[in-house]
């Protein structure tokens, strides 16, 4: 997806005129977060503030400062009846005419956004690898794609995607940021169980998932013990992956159902527990 800055500015330099819409505030059941924009130019539209009349309402809002030249507006709706939808919420939209230091401003705000974003590291560039890459390149995730073999990437990454070709896994593991997610499915059963073990070290993975069967995860666990390390970590590890997987061994259903794991472990910051990274790895 395009990022809002880059649209305004192609715009703007193809002397397209544009407004900036912004949800300032949003209290109650609402369809977009505070922060959430759109642009609004004269036959074209980029992101999105909720669909539906709330967002009707900003576009002809919009069209009619292209026309009168106005600057700036303020919309503050509530979301009954009146605007047909039923969310119950109340919305204050921010309504811009958009230059360049609008520009500068999405930039930056798109900065902070991706700053913000969860580490996910994904091992392994093998079918169900590169199926992954391709279904969580659009997701609100900082995507690390790591593996040894050159040849197993394919020739154009995902856009957003950063490939790392290593022969030590282990390493941009350690060097992970605390609440990382880690996905583990390299082309080796024994890697596997180096990695998985490594994050579950750490103590401060917001997700641990392998690939595999329940009889692989049975045979980690005792591999796991058998080195002498916490059993307790191993409640934070999922594997198999894909909770809701019925049968369906395709790449793609994989994928996606992974992302909704990932997802919502990621928005449960209590999964990640606060030992700093090392502690109780003995």
């Given amino acids: 997806m395009t990022a809002l800055s880059t649209t305004l500015s192609n715009?703007?330099?193809?002397?397209?005129?544009?407004?900036?819409?912004?949800?300032?505030?949003?209290?109650?059941?609402?369809?977009?977060?505070?922060?959430?924009?759109?642009?609004?130019?004269?036959?074209?539209?980029?992101?999105?503030?909720?669909?539906?009349?709330l967002e009707w309402t900003a576009i002809a809002a919009a069209r009619r400062m292209l026309e009168d030249g106005s600057v700036a507006e303020t919309l503050d709706l509530?979301?009954?009846?009146?605007?047909?939808q039923c969310c119950g919420g109340h919305v204050v939209l921010r309504l811009e005419r958009a230059d360049g230091g609008t520009v500068a401003a999405l930039q930056e705000r798109e900065?902070?956004?991706?700053?913000?974003?969860?580490?996910?590291?994904?091992?392994?560039?093998?079918?169900?690898?590169?199926?992954?890459?391709?279904?969580?390149?659009?997701?609100?995730?900082?995507?690390?794609?790591?593996?040894?073999?050159a040849q197993e990437f394919p020739e154009t990454i995902p856009a957003g995607v950063e490939r790392i070709l290593t022969e030590s896994p282990l390493d941009p593991l350690a060097g992970a940021p605390p609440g990382a997610g880690y996905l583990v499915l390299t082309h080796s059963h024994a890697l596997d169980f180096e990695i998985a073990e490594a994050a579950l070290r750490r103590g401060d993975a917001a997700y641990v998932g392998m690939i595999g069967s329940a009889t692989k995860r049975a045979k980690f666990e005792r591999w796991f013990r058998a080195r002498g390390r916490d059993a307790g970590a191993l409640e934070r590890l999922t594997c198999p992956i894909g909770a809701a997987l019925t049968g369906d061994k395709r790449p793609e259903v994989i994928a996606a159902l992974v992302a909704a794991e990932l997802l919502v472990a990621f928005a449960v910051p209590s999964r990640v527990s606060l030992s700093p990274p090392g502690r109780g790895s003995g």
Avoid: K, Y
């Fill in 78 to 84: 509530a979301l009954g009846p009146a605007t047909g």
């Fill in 111 to 149: 900065r902070r956004a991706l700053d913000a974003r969860p580490t996910l590291l994904l091992f392994g560039a093998g079918h169900v690898g590169r199926a992954m890459a391709t279904a969580f390149a659009p997701l609100p995730l900082r995507l690390r794609w790591i593996d040894g073999r």
């Fill in 11 to 53: 715009w703007l330099t193809q002397g397209a005129p544009a407004i900036l819409v912004t949800v300032a505030e949003a209290r109650g059941s609402t369809p977009r977060e505070e922060g959430a924009g759109m642009l609004v130019g004269r036959e074209a539209c980029a992101g999105t503030v909720g669909g539906g009349r």
